[in-house]
């Protein structure tokens, strides 16, 4: 599985060409979730120079914003927080503490209204996480399909598959296996609709943290498309940001 031999140059973040800017190859996952070597299936993709650098601080937030979720237990992101989180924290306080606006120990109660105490948390910054989740999605669909996303694309991001929109079932139903690089940090599931114009797919971190995200031709106005991104995960509580997930475990190994 992969794209087709010929790869167009085109930037898989803007879909421009070449006459926009110098290009190189970069990973559409960000590099900054694996402390040292990555696996060798990891996956490269046309990009701007200009285009990479302009997210470079979105994935190194994201990775910390990543490392620190409730139930984020993983080899890799135990050597993120013992590594280059730590090492932000002590030698550039101005970064860390701009990632981690906000912290303090706030009341903690289970569902039932019970007390557990106090827990060190801070507010994250949506859009942040959402820029990076759409780069993923628009690597992946590059990645599998050889060609960029329409610009006129939009993708919507959970956090929560199991709720998003009526379809989500459906179409999880019709989804690959999981598939991944070769270890456990990231894998995914993907399945195309709209005469495979469009995407679906499952998204899974450090084998904890679960996303959902499919994509719409936001030119189509048949009510049937449009119910795919019903609920835009910026105004919607049950979208990005809702709450905690325990997905499934992609397995190790598997091929890409």
């Known amino acids: 599985m992969g794209p087709s031999s010929r790869t ?80 932000m924290a002590r030698n550039r306080r101005r970064q860390y503490t701009r990632y981690i606006q906000d912290f303090a120990f706030r009341p903690r109660f289970t569902e039932s209204g019970i007390f557990l105490g106090y827990q060190g948390s801070f507010a994250f910054e949506y859009q942040r996480i959402y820029r990076v989740m759409k780069n993923v999605v628009k690597g992946l669909f590059y990645f599998l399909q050889g060609r960029p996303l329409l610009s006129t694309t939009y993708i919507g991001v959970y956090d929560d598959p199991n709720d998003p929109h009526p379809q989500t079932e459906s179409l999880v139903s019709k989804m690959s296996p999981w598939y991944g690089f070769g270890d456990t940090v990231f894998g995914w599931r993907h399945v195309f609709c709209e005469n495979m114009e469009q995407m679906a797919c499952l998204m899974c971190f450090y084998q904890s943290k679960l996303f959902y995200a499919i994509t719409h031709d936001t030119r189509k106005e048949a009510k049937a498309d449009e119910s795919l991104t019903s609920g835009d995960p910026r105004g919607n509580s049950r979208a990005l940001g809702a709450g905690l997930l325990t997905p499934p475990k992609p397995s190790t190994g598997v091929s890409h």
């Open 8 to 87: 167009p140059k085109l930037c898989m973040f803007c879909g421009g060409d070449e006459s926009l800017g110098p290009m190189n190859k970069e990973h559409f996952v960000p590099r900054a979730l694996w402390a040292g070597k990555r696996p060798p299936g990891t996956i490269t993709l046309p990009a701007h120079i200009s285009c990479n650098r302009a997210f470079s601080d979105d994935n190194d937030y994201f990775r910390t914003w990543l490392v620190s979720q409730e139930g984020t237990e993983h080899s890799e992101a135990d050597k993120i927080r013992n590594g280059p989180v730590l090492r």
